[in-house]
Nanobody
Framework: QVQLVESGGGSVQAGGSLRLSCAAS????????MAWHRQAPGKQRELVGIITAGGTTNYVGSVKGRFTISRDNAKMTVYLQMNNLKPEDTAVYYC????????????WGQGTQVTVSS
């Protein structure tokens, strides 16, 4: 059974930092591109950033220079370090795993709430 379990969300003031974690089980972690998405109230879910199986990262423009994605294959965990948080970063953050060769093997976590107050 595949599970992606996010943790680390919470409430912070603008300018603060949070680190989200996503622990995976039931997948061959090293064969998956891992991504973080977020969904703010009343808005569509959007991609925040991705780290490929090979370790290459890419980010949406609004978080570049503030957010960093990393992965620890031994721990089967992906991280999202968020610095200089802004109120517009408030959203539910979701972890996503996509197998690099099998499109149907696409999995989501349950999400973790991040709230940034001004």
């Amino acid at each position: 059974q595949v599970q992606l379990v996010e943790s680390g969300g919470g409430s912070v003031q603008a300018g603060g930092s949070l680190r989200l974690s996503c622990a995976a089980s039931g997948i061959i972690f090293s064969s998956n591109n891992m991504a973080w998405h977020r969904q703010a109230p009343g808005k569509q879910r959007e991609l925040v950033g991705i780290i490929t199986a090979g370790g290459t990262t890419n980010y949406v423009g609004s978080v570049k220079g503030r957010f960093t994605i990393s992965r620890d294959n031994a721990k089967m965990t992906v991280y999202l370090q968020m610095n200089n948080l802004k109120p517009e970063d408030t959203a539910v953050y979701y972890c996503n795993a996509q197998h690099i060769l099998i499109p149907s093997r696409n999995y989501w976590g349950q999400g973790t709430q991040v709230t940034v107050s001004s």
